[in-house]
């Protein structure tokens, strides 16, 4: 059905979305401006070793909050990337990133951020050297800033995506395949690609409980990307019987509003500070 498609995020049409519309021109002037006066904030969510019960990383999402009314990251990105304001603002994402790392690290969390990064930027030929500049000043984030890359867009132009991704791989940045089974992307190109880390797609994970179908092509996947080498991590996990279920499949890692929702750097501090005390109350004896 067309909701369901809608899910899984194939194409819908929106009026809002006409590449030319008045509407869309102011909003591009208000983002660029919105991404000089520094009004653009990163929230971060995180992600939970199923094994190990700890927090490995957390993942960094863009938010406009003085814009009204009110746009989502996937709205303006998209303008960003039609415009070319996405190679700034990815440029500011990743700096920006690497001061939260470090705030992170003043406050004794050792945790992998995970960026996301836009096709139009691995089209940018300057992209890996940027990349590779920014790192080298800050050899103590090397390892720890993940780039998530969705599979639908890598097939734009699959040749240059390998090369851009190679690229990044050497400059030490490892890369993980965002969105995995929202597209059509063939596992012989996936194959091919440096990542070390796969994300299954939230249109696959949310009727895992109730859809034995589901269920079926999310173990397929997870046995299958294991084989290959692959870390797996499911996104939008909004329930313990969803988490637990992933567990008993062998999932690596989930996300989701379970664990708690993108939040400001600030919050961010504090969720992690109680997540501490609770677990080493529960290694209290008695
Ligand atoms: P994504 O990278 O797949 O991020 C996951 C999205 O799912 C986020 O939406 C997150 O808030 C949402 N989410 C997380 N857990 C749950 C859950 O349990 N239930 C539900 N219903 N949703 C959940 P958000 O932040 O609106 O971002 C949307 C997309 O915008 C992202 O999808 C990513 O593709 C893009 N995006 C966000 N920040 C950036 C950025 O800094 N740069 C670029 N290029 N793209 C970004
Ligand atoms: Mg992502
Ligand atoms: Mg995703
Ligand atoms: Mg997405």
């Known amino acids: 059905s067309s909701e369901r498609a809608k899910e899984r995020g194939m194409a819908y049409y929106k009026p809002s979305r006409d590449s030319y519309s008045a509407g869309r ?12 006066n520094n009004e653009l904030e990163l929230h971060l969510q995180p992600k939970l070793n199923l094994a190990s019960g700890q927090v490995a990383g957390l993942e960094v999402l863009i938010r406009w909050p003085a814009r009204q009314p ?12 039609q415009t070319g304001l996405i190679k700034p603002l990815t440029r500011w994402v990743l ?30 030929p ?22 998530e890359v969705t599979e639908t867009s890598m097939m ?26 929202s597209g059509y992307s063939s596992l012989s190109y996936i194959k091919q690609l440096p990542a ?7 249109s696959l994970i949310t009727d895992l409980v109730t859809g034995e179908e589901d269920r079926v092509i999310v173990q397929t996947t997870i046995n299958m990307c294991h084989s290959l080498g692959y870390r797996v991590v499911a996104e939008g996990v909004e329930d313990e019987a969803t988490a637990s279920l992933l567990k008993g499949m ?13 939040l400001p750097l600030e919050q961010m501090l504090v969720w992690l500070a109680q997540r501490q005390e609770t677990a080493v109350k529960q290694q209290l004896p008695g």
């Open 70 to 81: 009110s746009v989502c990251a996937d709205e303006f990105i998209m303008l960003a990337e």
């Open 250 to 262: 062998g999932c690596d890692m989930i996300q989701g509003y379970l664990l708690s929702r993108p």
């Open 156 to 181: 734009q132009d699959p040749a240059n995506a390998l090369t851009a991704l190679n690229s990044l791989a050497n400059a030490g940045i490892p890369v993980s395949i965002d969105d995995f089974g």
């Open 95 to 124: 700096e920006r990133s690497l001061q939260i790392r470090s705030c992170l690290l003043e406050h004794g969390h050792v945790l992998d951020l995970s960026l996301n990064i836009s096709p139009a930027n691995l089209r940018e």
């Open 126 to 147: 300057d992209f890996p050297d940027f990349v590779n500049r920014t790192m080298n000043a800050h050899p103590g984030h090397v390892g720890a800033v993940i780039f």
């Open 196 to 202: 070390s880390e796969i994300k299954i797609d939230r």
């Open 25 to 36: 021109l102011t909003m591009v002037s208000k983002l660029q401006q919105a991404l000089a």
